[in-house]
């Protein structure tokens, strides 16, 4: 099977750092990479999005980087809020026959101290 | 508007009993997917349907482990004979599905199931 990821770590920060979240990925085939951020007792939200042929993308004040020569994928949040505590997840998605198979790190954890 | 929903929401359970757990999806979403995630892991892939058919159920760890969605909509999880390393949330997740491209999955609030 596909190796995502790293054994849960857990990163803190202070209000209004940024904060860094690195995965590793084993599958150079993949097409997309996702990272989602969850909740407590929630589903697996997704925050952003990055296309292979892609080395980065930026959203609301979350940056994603690529870097497929050392099957790098990176989660930049600027200005950290306490909202923004919780597990993160890379995933990395590969195109089976008709569907996207989804494939998970085990996660970070993310604690922002106010 | 309503996303995934599943119940139900924690269920415990003696070793040895069956369980069955309900998936709700975005009403309209042709792709559900079921994942077992442990403690202090991502999610592992369990199980995939495209309307009715299920076409790729390489994750269920076992044949204790049984997932249909008959009327394309609704999907039930049915694990038999549940053993304590069951124990886990299981999350189920629906998207659209585009021949080619991307199709964003949304995650339901999981079920947490606890095998005694």
């Known amino acids: 099977g596909e190796s995502v990821g790293l054994h849960l770590p857990t990163l803190s920060v202070q209000e209004g750092d940024n904060s860094i979240i690195n995965c590793a990925y084993s599958n150079s085939a993949s097409d997309y990479f996702i990272w989602y951020k969850q909740e407590s007792g929630k589903g697996p939200q997704f925050i952003i999005d990055?296309?292979?042929?892609?080395d980065k993308r930026q959203g609301q004040r979350v940056t994603v980087l690529l870097n497929k020569t050392v099957k790098h994928l990176s989660l930049q949040i600027a200005a950290t809020q306490p909202g923004d505590s919780a597990v993160y997840f890379c995933a990395e998605i590969t195109r089976l026959y008709n569907f996207n198979k989804f494939y998970f790190g085990s996660g970070t954890k993310l604690n922002v101290k106010p | 508007g309503a996303g995934v929903s599943q119940s139900p929401r924690y269920k415990v359970a003696k070793r040895g009993q069956d369980v069955a757990l309900r998936c709700d999806p975005i009403s309209g979403h042709v792709s559900l997917f079921w994942y077992q995630q442990a403690l202090g892991q991502g999610p592992e892939f369990l199980t995939y349907?495209?309307?009715?058919?299920?076409?790729?159920k390489s994750g269920l760890p076992s044949d204790r482990f049984f997932a249909e969605r008959p009327e394309g909509s609704v999907s039930t999880l049915k694990i038999q004979r549940t053993q304590q390393e069951d124990s886990a949330v299981y999350l189920c997740?629906?998207?659209?599905?585009?021949?080619?491209?991307?199709?964003?999955?949304?995650f339901g609030p999981g079920t947490r199931l606890t095998v005694l």
């Open positions: 349907f495209q309307n009715e058919a299920q076409l790729d």
């Open positions: 990055i296309r292979s042929n892609m």
């Open positions: 997740a629906s998207s659209n599905h585009r021949v080619a491209g991307f199709d964003e999955q949304f």
